[in-house]
């Protein structure tokens, strides 16, 4: 950071502890505090686990239908989608399947059996629509508890630098291990130095293009809330509110549009933090699909959702990194040079993601709250 800028965000600070910076209204994050407690109707108490699924930007684009007695029916908020980085829905549809897989996951937790039926009313391609994704429907039988539930409220994105300490062979089977529980995709954990190596500047060739390119970089400048009183105001999107970017949020350091703009220190440093982050992996988690169907998508985001909860048990970090694997035509060198490397006999790459240790702790992503994700609510 420029000298002056270091000077202003220790002003910065002063004006914080003088004014206060604390959130107006919830607190963003409540969510995670004791999920479904004091629900009595078994599917709410459940869909209060599953949203707080990942989800590409925290978009959270979840509308939930439980006007059927004993099911749960999910359609698409078309107003939080990622049109330009994900032109085709398909990173939107894997978080839903992230939020299909933690939803049994918390009712196994109430031993209710159930059963899925995808795409109840035909795929949509190649946008989403009006048709729900997913229904559900509540059994009479019991179901058996898994174990990975319990890694929930542990479950994080961590975005931060990772430590050098290398992964053990047996965490990495412990994650593949986790994936395999859907048996429509193949799931893969590389640790090996020069593999990941090639990896990591890969990855983060794919982040310094999007950040090059204009309408990308601004699609998620435009969703990501700075402070603690922007982000208690929009619990979703990219947050930063830790004190640092707080105060320098307040003193004009850091800002939307100073992101959004080439060769400003917001700018800088948020490629510096991405080349961080890529050179720090200790590893990489990747799943691939034979084809690219909605149910493909749908499968992978369930199997992803496995190996963070897996990874979160094992005390390691995740975070997927799947610029290059986006679908606009700044990024088809990075895309066909990551199919090379990590599916060289075909199919699609769905989710590629960073592992290590964690050098720091952080809180968990906001979350809307379950009222605002229920159809008529």
């Given at each position: 950071?420029?000298?002056?800028?270091?000077?202003?965000?220790?002003?910065?600070?002063?004006?914080?502890?003088?004014?206060?910076?604390?959130p107006?209204?919830a607190?963003?994050?409540?969510?995670?505090?004791?999920?479904?407690?004091?629900?009595?109707?078994?599917?709410?108490?459940?869909?209060?686990?599953?949203?707080?699924?990942?989800?590409?930007?925290?978009?959270?684009?979840?509308?939930?239908?439980?006007?059927?007695?004993?099911?749960?029916?999910?359609?698409i908020?078309?107003?939080?989608?990622?049109?330009?980085?994900?032109?085709?829905?398909?990173?939107?549809?894997?978080?839903?399947?992230?939020?299909?897989?933690?939803l049994?996951?918390?009712?196994?937790?109430?031993?209710?059996?159930?059963?899925?039926?995808?795409?109840?009313?035909?795929?949509?391609?190649?946008?989403?629509?009006a048709?729900?994704?997913?229904?559900?429907?509540?059994?009479?039988?019991?179901?058996?508890?898994?174990?990975?539930?319990?890694?929930?409220?542990?479950?994080?994105?961590?975005?931060?630098?990772?430590?050098d300490?290398?992964?053990?062979?047996?965490?990495?089977?412990?994650?593949?291990?986790?994936?395999?529980?859907?048996?429509?995709?193949?799931?893969?954990?590389?640790?090996?130095?020069?593999?990941?190596?090639?990896?990591?500047g890969?990855?983060?060739?794919?982040?310094?293009i999007?950040?090059?390119?204009?309408?990308?970089?601004?699609?998620?400048?435009?969703?990501?809330?700075?402070?603690?009183?922007?982000?208690?105001?929009?619990?979703?999107?990219?947050?930063?509110d830790?004190?640092?970017?707080?105060?320098?949020?307040?003193?004009?350091v850091?800002?939307?549009?100073?992101?959004?703009?080439?060769?400003?220190?917001?700018?800088?440093?948020?490629?510096?933090?991405?080349?961080?982050?890529?050179?720090?992996?200790?590893?990489?988690?990747?799943?691939t699909t034979?084809?690219?169907?909605?149910?493909?998508?749908?499968?992978?985001?369930?199997?992803?959702?496995?190996?963070?909860?897996a990874?979160?048990?094992?005390?390691?970090a995740?975070?997927?990194?799947?610029?290059?694997?986006?679908e606009?035509a700044?990024?088809?060198?990075?895309?066909?040079?990551?199919?090379?490397e990590?599916?060289?006999?075909?199919?699609?790459?769905?989710?590629?993601?960073?592992?290590?240790?964690?050098?720091a702790?952080?809180?968990?992503?906001?979350?809307?709250?379950?009222?605002?994700?229920?159809?008529?609510?």
């Amino acid at each position: 950071m420029h000298r002056r800028d270091f000077i202003r965000v220790l002003g910065g600070g002063t004006i914080l502890a003088a004014t206060g910076c604390a959130p107006a209204g919830a607190d963003p994050r409540a969510a995670w505090v004791n999920p479904g407690d004091g629900e009595t109707d078994i599917r709410r108490k459940a869909l209060s686990w599953a949203i707080l699924a990942p989800n590409p930007h925290n978009m959270q684009p979840w509308i939930v239908d439980l006007s059927v007695p004993d099911e749960i029916t999910l359609y698409i908020d078309r107003t939080r989608l990622l049109p330009v980085t994900d032109p085709f829905n398909r990173q939107i549809v894997i978080g839903c399947g992230a939020f299909l897989e933690l939803l049994m996951l918390a009712l196994s937790k109430q031993t209710r059996a159930a059963t899925v039926t995808l795409f109840p009313d035909g795929e949509a391609q190649p946008l989403l629509d009006a048709r729900p994704l997913f229904r559900v429907k509540i059994e009479g039988g019991q179901a058996m508890f898994d174990p990975l539930f319990d890694h929930v409220l542990a479950r994080r994105t961590h975005r931060g630098a990772y430590t050098d300490a290398p992964i053990p062979t047996e965490l990495a089977a412990a994650l593949r291990s986790a994936m395999a529980a859907q048996s429509t995709v193949a799931a893969f954990v590389e640790t090996t130095p020069a593999r990941v190596a090639r990896l990591r500047g890969l990855v983060y060739r794919g982040a310094e293009i999007e950040a090059h390119t204009p309408p990308a970089h601004h699609e998620s400048v435009e969703r990501t809330f700075i402070g603690a009183r922007d982000v208690a105001a929009h619990p979703w999107g990219i947050s930063l509110d830790q004190p640092a970017m707080t105060a320098m949020n307040a003193v004009g350091v850091l800002t939307k549009s100073k992101m959004a703009t080439p060769g400003t220190t917001a700018f800088k440093e948020s490629l510096k933090f991405l080349k961080t982050g890529a050179d720090t992996s200790q590893g990489f988690v990747w799943i691939t699909t034979a084809a690219n169907t909605r149910a493909d998508q749908i499968a992978a985001g369930r199997a992803y959702l496995r190996a963070n909860l897996a990874a979160a048990g094992l005390g390691l970090a995740m975070h997927p990194f799947s610029q290059g694997l986006q679908e606009y035509a700044t990024q088809k060198p990075v895309y066909d040079a990551l199919h090379r490397e990590l599916a060289p006999a075909g199919g699609r790459v769905q989710m590629l993601a960073r592992i290590g240790y964690p050098k720091a702790e952080i809180p968990p992503a906001p979350r809307r709250g379950l009222a605002a994700q229920l159809k008529g609510a």
